[in-house]
C-alpha cells in the first residue's frame, strides 16, 4: 500500500512521541550533581532529579541505599543520611537505566554570591596579587572542589577561571580543616540586591512589610510595573512630539527593579543541595528599591534563602562595604598589606551623614547567625586587587564564628556607653587581649555630643577594657560616635589580636 505525505508525517511523529517518551522516562540527576563534586558532611544529602511518573529510584553511596518513587511530574528526591569525611567514593542513581558520579567526595561546602568583587576571576587579580599568584602557583588543589555550571578539580585552569574572592576563602580553609571543601559560586557584576530575592520572598518578609508600612507605601510590586507602563507609554509619545519638533527628547523613565531574576538564574538551581553557608560580597549596587535599605533587603533574602534551603539558619558571611577606607595594624601583614596609610585627624568634625552608608552595612550582622568579614583595614577602590586577603579575612571569621577555632573575628564592637562627669565611658566587646593604639601616641576618631546632637572631636584613652573620651566643648556628653566616615584613615583603635574597632554611633 502506497504511503502518502500525511501518513509519512504521522507515523513521524509517532516515532518522536515515542523517543521523546524514552528520553523522559529515563533517570536523570539534577545538574548540581556531576564527578569530582562535594557533598556536605554532618547533615541530610538531597539529591534530586527526574524520572518516569511512579518509577522507582534508587541511590546508592558508600553503605547507603536510598529509594523512592518519581511523583506523577516525575519529579523525585530522596536524603542521605548524614555522611563522614572519608575516601573518595562512587554515587550511582538507577532506575530504568543507572547514572554514575566518580570520585566523590565528602566535607564542607559553601555557596559564593553578590557583585562583581565575587565574580571577578582569579586569573585577572592574580596579575596584581602577589599573595593570589602564589595560591594559584601551588595548585592543584585535589581536596578542593570548583563548581560554576559544573564540578571540577581545582587543577591551574580550573583556579584561574573561578572566583577571586570564594578560591581566596575556600584554599586556607581546607588547608586549615584538613577536610574537602566545594565552592559554588553564582555572581553577576553591577548587581542590586533586589535581584538576588524572589518576589515571593521579598513581599512575604516581615522586615520589608514592617518597613514600608512606616512609610505608608501601599503600593504592590504589580501596580509600581502598571505605573511604569504608564509613564513608558507618555514617555514614548512625548520622544514622538519633540523629534518630530526637532527638540531634544526626554530621558527614559527609570523602570522598578527586576525582583528575583539572578535569584531564579543563578541561586535557585543550586536549591537544595546541602551547603554548610553563604559568603556574599555586594552593596555596592545597593537594593535597586528606593524604598527599601541594604540591611532590611539584606534581611530579607537570608531569611528567604534560608526558607526554601530548609537547613535552618545556615551561616551566613558578608564582606565589610565601602571597601577599605581605613589603616591596618600591620601594613607588612600579607592580608593587609594594601590598607591605607594611617593619617592626621580632620580638623572638622564629621557630617552627620558621613558615615551612615558604614554604619548600616555593619548593622546586617544583627541578623541571626551572619556575620562581617571587616574589610576597611584590606585596602580601597570598587575592585581591590587585594582578594587575597578579602579572602583570607572572610576564611578567619568561618574559622570563628562556624568551626569553633579559638580566633577574634572582630575588632572592638561598641556595646554601650554611660556618662560620668563631663565624660564618656565607652565598653566594647571582640576586646580579645585588649584594647590598644596604632600608629600614634594618643586615640583618634573618637566624637562626643550634648543634648543639642552637635558633636566635636574628642580627646580619648583606653581605661581597661573603656575607652573614656571628653571635650571641653561638651560639658554633658550624651552621644557618641567612632570613625564616622567612609574614609577613616585617622581612626587608630584596634584590639591585640590586630583587628580595626568598628564604625558606630549612639545618635
Not at 233 to 250: H, I, L
Not at 290 to 300: L, W, Y
Request: charged share 20%.
Amino acid at each position: 500500500m502506497k504511503t502518502t505525505a500525511a501518513g509519512r508525517f504521522a507515523l513521524s511523529m509517532i516515532v518522536l512521541t515515542m523517543a521523546a517518551s524514552d528520553a523522559l522516562a529515563e533517570v536523570r540527576v539534577n545538574r548540581m550533581f556531576g564527578d569530582h563534586m562535594v557533598l556536605q558532611q554532618t547533615i541530610p544529602v538531597p539529591i534530586w532529579g527526574t524520572a518516569a511518573a511512579a518509577e522507582k529510584v534508587t541511590v546508592t553511596f558508600r553503605d547507603q541505599k536510598q529509594e523512592t518513587t518519581a511523583d506523577k511530574d516525575g519529579k523525585w528526591i530522596v536524603r542521605l543520611q548524614p555522611l563522614a569525611v572519608g575516601e573518595p567514593g562512587t554515587l550511582t542513581v538507577s532506575g530504568t537505566n543507572s547514572v554514575t558520579f566518580q570520585d566523590v567526595l565528602v566535607g564542607e561546602v559553601w555557596v559564593g554570591s553578590g557583585q562583581s568583587n565575587m565574580a571577578g576571576g582569579t586569573g585577572g587579580y592574580a596579575r596584581r596579587d602577589e599573595a593570589l599568584a602564589a595560591m594559584v602557583g601551588a595548585a592543584p588543589y585535589p581536596q578542593l572542589r570548583l563548581y560554576r555550571g559544573g564540578w571540577k578539580e581545582a587543577d591551574a585552569a580550573a583556579v584561574n577561571g573561578f572566583s577571586a574572592l570564594l578560591f581566596s576563602f575556600g584554599q586556607p580553609l581546607q588547608e586549615e580543616l584538613d577536610v574537602p571543601v566545594g565552592l559554588i559560586v553564582g555572581a553577576v557584576g553591577g548587581t542590586p540586591s533586589g535581584r538576588w530575592l524572589s518576589p515571593e520572598m521579598f513581599a512575604a518578609d516581615p522586615g520589608v512589610r514592617a518597613l514600608l508600612k512606616e512609610k505608608g507605601i501601599r503600593a504592590s510590586h504589580e501596580e509600581r510595573l502598571k505605573q511604569y507602563g504608564e509613564a513608558l507609554a507618555a514617555w514614548e509619545a512625548a520622544v514622538k512630539t519633540a523629534t518630530q519638533a526637532g527638540k531634544q527628547p526626554p530621558r527614559k523613565p527609570r523602570g522598578p527593579v527586576k525582583l528575583g531574576d539572578l535569584y531564579a538564574a543563578h541561586i535557585e538551581p543550586v536549591v537544595p543541595y546541602a551547603i554548610r553557608g553563604v559568603l556574599w560580597d555586594q552593596g555596592e549596587s545597593g537594593t535597586a528599591v528606593p524604598e527599601v535599605d541594604q540591611f532590611t533587603m539584606m534581611g530579607a533574602l537570608i531569611r528567604g534563602w534560608r526558607n526554601v534551603w530548609g537547613q535552618g539558619d545556615f551561616p551566613f558571611l558578608y564582606v565589610q562595604k565601602p571597601s577599605g577606607g581605613g589603616c591596618a595594624w600591620d601594613e607588612e601583614n600579607p592580608v593587609t598589606r594594601m590598607a591605607d596609610a594611617f593619617s592626621k585627624q580632620p580638623a572638622a568634625p564629621n557630617k552627620d551623614a558621613d558615615g551612615q552608608y558604614r554604619a548600616l552595612h555593619i548593622k546586617i550582622m544583627q541578623h541571626p547567625n551572619t556575620a562581617m568579614a571587616t574589610a576597611s583595614d584590606l585596602g580601597s577602590g570598587v575592585h581591590p586587587i587585594n582578594k587575597s586577603g578579602y579572602g583570607r579575612r572572610a576564611c578567619r571569621v568561618a574559622l570563628g564564628l562556624v568551626y569553633g577555632r579559638k580566633v577574634e573575628i572582630y575588632g572592638p564592637l561598641y556595646e554601650s556607653h554611660t556618662a560620668q562627669g563631663g565624660k564618656i565611658r565607652i565598653r566594647f566587646g571582640h576586646v580579645g587581649q585588649g584594647l590598644a593604639i596604632k600608629h600614634a601616641d594618643k586615640l583618634q576618631g573618637f566624637e562626643i555630643a550634648g543634648e543639642d546632637g552637635i558633636f566635636h572631636w574628642a580627646e580619648a584613652e583606653i581605661d581597661g577594657d573603656t575607652v573614656v573620651a571628653g571635650s571641653a566643648e561638651v560639658s554633658k556628653p550624651v552621644h557618641v560616635r567612632y570613625a564616622w566616615s567612609r574614609n577613616h584613615t585617622w581612626a587608630n583603635l584596634f584590639n591585640q589580636a590586630g583587628l580595626p574597632a568598628l564604625t558606630f554611633s549612639t545618635r
